[in-house]
């Protein structure tokens, strides 16, 4: 039996992979891989890519849910079948399938198809609600930054006093 490799990922900086990391080293994961503030839709991710790389015949590539290796039902079946034509395992902790019976290819694949479905479903929530402020009358987006002024001349130009300029400056480098 090869080694077992894990893959651990969450999708921003604010999220942290400590949970997968346990549950992976539980699983007896000797190397995991983990992408921290990248999205499952990228195809490409620093150590996914790595850990892809690192994988050879025999090894299992471990993750926690089946989301964190990847959101497209297309990329992650690809994806999967190619780990079993090299003779790599492929498990996920949260959903329990063999990826070497029809049954278990089958319930893999619905499956993913419910973890497309959960991401679509999340996206649109986040577009509506994104709508919904915006017809509030509330601003997104990041603060203006007024960079590089350097003469009060310049801030005439902006319709604004030195004062506000150079208070807009200080608070846009906290």
């Known amino acids: 039996m090869g080694r077992k490799v894990g893959y651990a990922r969450v999708s921003t900086g604010k999220q942290d992979t400590d949970m997968q990391l346990k549950l992976l080293k539980e699983a007896g994961c000797e190397i995991i891989f983990q992408d921290i503030g990248i999205s499952g839709k990228k195809k490409s ?27 497209g039902i297309v990329f992650v079946a690809d994806l999967v079948e190619k780990l079993l034509a090299r003779g790599v395992i492929f498990k996920s902790l949260t959903e329990s399938f063999d990826m070497s019976t029809p049954v278990g290819k089958l319930m893999f694949n619905i499956m993913a198809s419910f973890a497309q479905f959960e991401r679509e479903n999340t996206v649109q929530r986040i577009k509506d609600g994104l709508d919904a402020a915006k017809a509030r009358g509330k601003k997104l987006g990041r603060r203006k930054t007024y960079a590089d002024i350097s003469s009060v001349e310049e801030g005439k130009l902006l319709g604004m006093s030195d004062r506000q300029i150079y208070r807009r ?3 846009a480098s906290r």
């Open 45 to 71: 991710r620093p150590e996914f890519d790595k850990c892809l790389a690192f994988l050879e015949a025999g090894d299992q590539l471990i993750v926690y849910k089946m989301d964190r290796f990847g959101r």
């Open 169 to 171: 400056l200080k608070n």
